[in-house]
């Protein structure tokens, strides 16, 4: 008898510990600051906007020519002057939705959160 | 006992398992179609995830208009053609949309966006007799196709399927996720949502819809095997000497920008190329008309964003819509009668 409520405890325990963990693994959010920048499927940079301090830009070239002035301030992130034609990615402005990336296409160039935690994408 | 005490620890091995098992998802993200397009798919191999670019990149080769070898390119080149049957197919569900939008939506205006620049980004405001000159080209009725996809064009008429390649897209890179058994899958084409099936935990997928007037997000709508396509000015846009802003939403009637009290247009449906030609179509025709169209359907949900700063949801689709904590538009729900 008392084994078995051993047992029963045991089990107990045992689903507890299993459920917390497969609950915190499951629910489990990304911290959603993290920003890459990636050049035609390169990743040239990676920055956490929860450790920017200051504000500071600073400049991509793109191998076939022109440039993107990229401004990072705490939380966060956008394209602030592009020579590319169209200048869709200026008028994108700050990569602060979660789930939709600043594309430059003429340049190839991304903008993406690494975990979005809003919205799994963004229809614009 | 002992299989009574085996019992549990074996259901909770199984527990266990079932949590390890739950399948990885993998995301790609690649240029195509003149635009950025992203993958995320649940349970799918890179094999399959590398054949959604192969997929993208051949409709591109056959549906660009910018590119010389397409078959679009060459059949306005040529005034007349033969399409593949994928293309002429594609093509008569874009006329019988244009006609559906009684010409809001219309396949031949591609000299009008051409001559305001946005083709190729070297933007300009063409004068209103370029405009009424370029505008007699522009009538998609005057498009033939036979049952066997051989093309006719009246003189000067050129073909850009660009308003519903993108959708189309998504009901095709859907199609071929389900064939290789995937069974949930997000899909950004450039800003074209579509999802297939729900999340991997049976929710449903959530999908921002941005603020035209801001940089975040309106709120956030619940799909599942639906495609979400908004149309708006906000981001392709230039402005001219004098301060005005142009949009590259064309007026099919008019030629100049279509500004008839829209920021946005979104559409939710089961169909991407519905959606994205409907978006297009609803944003030109202004929020009266694009209402009425919607109560006359009732195939698809819709959101529009008005330039006074209303928000106007179908009740469809209000009922699966989370605001922003921060929203400043009205919200208002379209009537349904």
């Not at chain 2, 800003?191 to 049976?202: E, I, P, R, T």
């Not at chain 2, 035209?212 to 908004?230: C, W, Y």
Request: glycine share 10%; with cysteine; hydrophobic share 45%.
């Amino acid at each position: 008898m008392l084994k078995t409520r051993a047992w029963i405890a045991i089990v107990a325990a045992a689903a507890l510990v299993l459920g917390l963990l497969s609950w915190y693994t499951l629910t489990k959010k990304g911290s959603g600051s993290v920003v890459e920048i990636v050049q035609d499927g390169k990743v040239l940079r990676t920055i956490d906007l929860d450790l920017v301090a200051a504000e500071y830009s600073f400049t991509v070239e793109c191998p076939e020519g022109g440039s993107n002035t990229i401004l990072v301030q705490p939380g966060r992130i956008c394209v602030a002057e592009a020579d590319c034609p169209d200048r869709i990615c200026v008028h994108q402005g700050w990569l602060s939705d979660g789930a939709a990336p600043v594309v430059c296409m003429p340049h190839r160039l991304v903008l993406r959160l690494k975990d979005g935690e809003e919205a799994d994408a963004v229809v614009r | 006992m002992p299989r009574g005490k085996l019992m549990l620890p074996a259901l909770l091995l199984c527990l266990l398992l079932c949590a390890c098992g739950k399948a990885a998802e993998r995301s790609v993200g690649f240029f195509a179609m003149d635009t950025y397009m992203s993958v995320r798919a649940v349970g799918a191999d890179e094999e399959t995830l590398a054949g959604c670019r192969s997929l993208a990149e051949e409709l591109e080769a056959k549906l660009s208009v910018t590119d010389a070898d397409s078959e679009i390119a060459a059949l306005n080149a040529a005034g007349r053609g033969i399409l593949s049957p994928e293309t002429a197919e594609l093509l008569r569900r874009a006329l019988a949309l244009c006609g559906e939008t009684e010409g809001a939506l219309d396949v031949t205006v591609y000299p009008v966006v051409r001559a305001w620049g946005f083709t190729a980004g070297a933007y300009r405001v063409p004068t209103s007799e370029e405009l009424t000159q370029l505008l007699q080209a522009v009538d998609y009725r005057g498009v033939e196709i036979t049952g066997e996809g051989s093309v006719l064009l009246p003189p000067g008429v050129e073909l850009d399927l660009g308003s519903v390649a993108k959708g189309y897209a998504g009901d095709r890179l859907c199609a071929y996720l389900r064939e290789k058994g995937v069974k949930s899958a997000i899909l950004d084409l450039g800003g074209n949502v579509q999802a297939l099936g729900g999340k991997a935990d049976g929710s449903p997928w959530r999908v921002g819809i941005r603020d035209p007037d801001g940089d975040g997000m309106l709120g956030v709508v619940s799909i599942r095997d639906e495609a979400a396509v908004t149309s708006g000015g906000y981001e392709r846009f230039f402005t001219d000497a004098e301060g005005r802003v142009w949009w590259h939403i064309i007026d099919p009637e008019t030629g100049y920008p279509a500004r008839n009290g829209l920021l946005s247009v979104t559409v939710v449906g089961p169909e991407g190329l519905r959606c994205d030609a409907l978006s297009t179509a609803l944003f030109i025709m202004g929020q009266e008309k694009a209402e009425a169209f919607w109560r006359a359907d009732r195939g698809f949900e819709l959101a529009l964003v008005t330039e006074d700063g209303v928000l106007r949801l179908t009740p469809g689709l209000y009922t699966r819509f989370e605001p922003a904590k921060d929203l400043r538009c009205t919200l208002e729900v379209i009537p349904d009668a």
